[in-house]
């Protein structure tokens, strides 16, 4: 391999990673926040959803099929997550958040308009392939900005949002 090619790919793969030693302290700041945010957004998501989500089926008499989506879609996360990695490496973590923020929206309103189980299940699947990616890369980007030493604080940060949603979320559903 030439040195011209190496340089090349050198300068490719350093655009996918985020360098932390560009950053300022008020870009990483607001990049942690953001993150935290989303991280509690989507555990709100994901509590609503898990609340709401028999009520929906029962609606449509599906309820006795209900154990079938979750299953699959927890087999989904385990095969997705390494892709998710190579993916971000390949392209960006960027724009891998994006895809992965798109699938779900897009997963979320096939569930919201599904006039059948069939429906229902397919937005699921699709929510649940875009919430893997925005999980996976959430952690990826962690590791990107944070010293090894403060990572745990930073995850743990993130975690801590899915302790209080566990009320909020029950809050919205049932407010008596």
Known sequence: MDTDQKNLEEESWS???????????????VLMVCVILASYLFSVNYNLNFMVV???????????????????????TIVLVPFYAKFSDV??????????????????????????FEQMTIGGFVASIGSTGYSCLQSIV??????????????????????????????????Y
């Open 142 to 175: 962690i590791a990107d900005v944070t010293p090894l030493k403060h990572r745990g604080t930073f995850i743990a940060l993130m975690d801590l949002s899915s302790l209080i949603n566990i009320w909020v979320g029950q809050a919205c559903v049932c407010p």
């Open 54 to 76: 028999n009520t929906s089926l029962n609606e449509l008499n599906s309820a006795s099929l209900a154990a079938i989506a979750p299953t699959i879609s927890s087999i989904l």
């Open 91 to 116: 392209i960006g973590r960027a724009e891998v958040i994006t895809i992965a923020l798109l699938l779900q929206v897009v997963g979320y309103i096939v569930q919201t308009t599904a006039h059948n």
């Open 15 to 29: 655009g996918r990673a985020l360098d932390r030693s560009k950053w300022t302290r008020k870009q990483f700041t």
